[in-house]
């Protein structure tokens, strides 16, 4: 789940590249990465690290030209190396290009074969390298000809956008798994981005999202559109649940109102219960809107029992459990003077791994928490997903080998309550079908 931007026709292409990189920093923290085009050359800046470590005003003077794409990192293939940063360069027969990509895909292991054994030469371990390839190896006369070419034995969810020394080329899969929005910028030029929060800050107006297998050409003359493939649309649910900022419009639909009716049908399925509890209290940040809309629906008080330290990143993008494990140490704080002797409702968005909610409650009881009835505003995570979220095997899914009342004990919860699918998707709006698979194993690309 990267984060990806281009900007298009604007003098500090660049600069606004990095602003919208830093607004989508919760969609990769591993490392950042931009290039920028002018007089007929394409120049890049990436490392490992945050938006505000890597693009200092040294590194932003470099970057010149009136068109840019970026890109945040957050590893579901290859290697913490700093060549497995984005954007990549490549260059071909007709000249050089940059590309950043948001997804995964799916049969990169296949490709990457058959490209070695025609004689290609990999320097990373990213699936996206294997586009460059196939570009490069291409006999089309252009640039557009080529990527179209190369998408063809391409499978999985992505968003491409690629970059020549003129132009930039815009792809999403036809299923539109992954959230991909332009805007036009009001100083000029236009924005494509991941999520439509990094819009604000550069300024720009919402226009539209890509569709669904289209290809969107930015050139100096505006917009050209080219539907590539049957749209057959399957966003990713999980996108509300957890992974956008709750101040974006993923394809239509306000993320914070999505966590707030998530929250409000958790609580009415717990009406008839018979748990009682004096407060209702969010896992910071991203179960705050479910828990408000929890609390509006059952009546009971809305509190922030736990503080975060907002210096600390996301801890389920991080690399490694034993990163996770602390980084929760350090993030989370109880309210001890608000929470002693009490019963509490405790909402989260998931449940992934297990190790935070087992943290959470026991940070909570050892704070003086009488009762922590656990509640998460989302299904059970039974199955990996494959489509750009780093959850590669059934076995880090507490959810896949543990009953609810299992997994009840586990994390020393006093009873514990999941959201249901259908609830889940009615929350978000019916009128989709959305890419489920990590609750009901329903690999709609095989």
């Known amino acids: 789940m990267c984060a990806i931007v281009g900007i298009y026709g604007n003098e500090n292409a660049a600069r606004l590249a990095s602003v919208a990189l830093f607004a989508m920093q919760h969609r990769g923290q ?3 990465g931009i290039s920028s085009s002018s007089d007929g050359k394409i120049r890049l800046i990436k490392d490992r690290g945050l938006v505000s470590e890597v693009f200092t005003e040294e590194a932003l003077s470099v970057l010149k030209g009136d068109m840019a794409i970026g ?12 060549l497995d940063a984005q954007p990549l360069i490549a260059k071909y027969k007709l000249g050089e290009m940059a590309v950043v990509h948001n997804g995964n ?4 292991d296949e490709v990457r074969q058959d490209l070695i054994d025609q004689g290609s030469i990999f320097r990373t371990g990213m699936d996206t390298e294997n ?17 179209i070419e190369a998408l ?24 539109g798994v992954r959230p991909l929005s332009i805007g036009k910028i009001k100083s000029g030029g236009y924005i494509v981005a991941s999520e439509t ?22 050139t100096k003359d505006g917009i050209e559109s080219v539907q590539l493939f049957e749209p057959d649309f399957r966003p990713c649910a999980f ?53 408000l809309g929890y609390a509006a629906q059952c009546g009971v008080p809305f509190e922030y029992g736990i503080i975060r330290n907002h210096y600390v990143g996301r801890t389920f993008i991080e690399p490694s459990q034993e990163i996770r494990d602390l980084k929760v140490r350090m993030k989370l704080s109880p309210m ?26 026991r940070m909570l009881k050892n704070a003086g928490a009488k009762e922590v009835h656990f509640r998460v505003a989302s299904p059970e995570i039974k199955f990996p997903c494959f489509y750009g979220i780093d959850t590669p095997t059934k076995e880090e899914l507490i959810s896949s080998r543990m009953t609810k009342d299992e997994l009840c004990e586990y994390i020393g919860a006093d009873s514990l309550e999941f959201l249901s699918l259908d609830d889940l998707t009615s929350s978000i709006g019916s009128e989709f079908n959305y890419a489920v698979e990590s609750f009901n194993g329903d690999y709609f690309i095989k």
């Open 152 to 175: 063809e034995p391409i499978k999985g969810a992505y968003c491409f956008i690629f970059q020549s020394r003129t132009k930039q080329f815009i792809v999403r899969d036809k299923y």
């Open 197 to 218: 929060c990094s819009f604000d800050l550069v300024d720009a107006e919402f226009v539209r999202d890509v569709k669904p297998g289209e290809m969107v050409i930015l």
């Open 336 to 361: 001890k003077s608000l929470i002693e002797g009490k019963s509490l409702f405790v909402i989260d968005d998931s449940i992934v791994r297990g190790t935070t909610s087992k943290r959470i409650v």
């Open 131 to 147: 586009l460059t390839h196939l570009i490069a190896r291409s006999k089309k006369e252009c640039l557009q000809e080529r990527i």
């Open 30 to 32: 591993e490392a950042a």
């Open 239 to 291: 996108e509300y649940v957890y992974l956008a900022r709750p101040d974006s419009e993923i394809n239509g639909k306000n993320v914070y109102r999505t966590r707030e009716n998530m929250g409000k049908a958790l609580a009415k399925n717990d009406t008839n219960s018979g748990v009682k509890a004096d407060m209702v209290i969010p896992v910071p940040d991203s179960g705050v809107p479910a828990a």
């Open 71 to 82: 890109h945040n990192r957050y590893s579901t293939a290859g290697t913490d190396s700093v």
């Open 105 to 108: 895909l799916i049969n990169k």
